[in-house]
């Protein structure tokens, strides 16, 4: 029989309070739970990983999305206009290196994170907006062929891991 795969998972979807408004956004799905009972979950926040205090100011990525800002071509600004590019390039550094560390070859991630969002993200204007896109982390796990699914992707990551734990 083939070895469980293991799944990196957003704290914050794990009951954590690590957002930047020092919430949650719990995710209690049946699902989720018996992937921890099976000891699949690696929990972890790539922005309290990097030193990003909770709570923080938002942060929205400008000038393009996470791609854009691992090639020096977006910024990430807080809600005052402050440049923290830097800390969460270094989030998303970490996010892939717990990742690797604990083999894992799937990820769930906060969607409309600018971190973490796998298929959608705040539009950089501070409005609300959400476009298509994914977070730096993503972008990032992505890169090194960690398949990433949002909170609401569930089904689709178990029929994945049927299809790749069958072979």
Same mark, same amino acid.
């Given at each position: 029989?083939?070895?469980k795969?293991?799944i990196l998972?957003?704290?914050?979807l %794990? ?8 919430s949650?956004?719990s995710?209690?799905?049946?699902l989720?739970q018996?992937w921890?009972?099976e ?7 790539p922005?309290? %990983? ?6 923080r ?13 691992l ?8 809600s005052?206009?402050r440049d923290v590019?830097?800390?969460?390039v270094?989030?998303?550094w970490? %996010?892939l290196?717990t ?6 070859r ?5 969607d409309?994170s600018?971190?973490?969002g796998?298929?959608?993200v705040?539009?950089?204007s501070?409005?609300g907006a ?6 730096? %982390? ?10 990433v ?5 569930l089904?689709?990551l178990?029929?994945r891991l ?6």
């Open positions: 029989m083939a070895a795969e293991k998972l957003s704290a914050c %794990a009951g954590h309070h690590v957002r930047y408004n020092g949650d956004k995710c209690t799905s049946n989720l018996q921890r009972n000891g699949r979950l690696i929990t972890h926040c922005e309290l %990983a990097a030193g990003l205090a909770t709570p100011l938002s942060a929205e990525m400008v000038n393009g999305q996470g791609i854009d800002m090639n020096g071509r977006a910024q990430m600004m807080e005052d206009g590019t830097q800390p969460y270094l989030a998303a970490l %996010a290196q990742a690797q560390s604990h083999g894992c799937f990820a769930i991630m906060t409309g600018p971190t973490c796998s298929q959608n705040y539009d950089g501070f409005s959400k476009v298509p896109g994914e977070g730096v %982390a993503v972008a990032l796990l992505r890169q090194h062929g960690i398949e699914f949002s909170e609401y992707q089904d689709a178990k029929r049927t299809e790749v734990e069958s072979q």
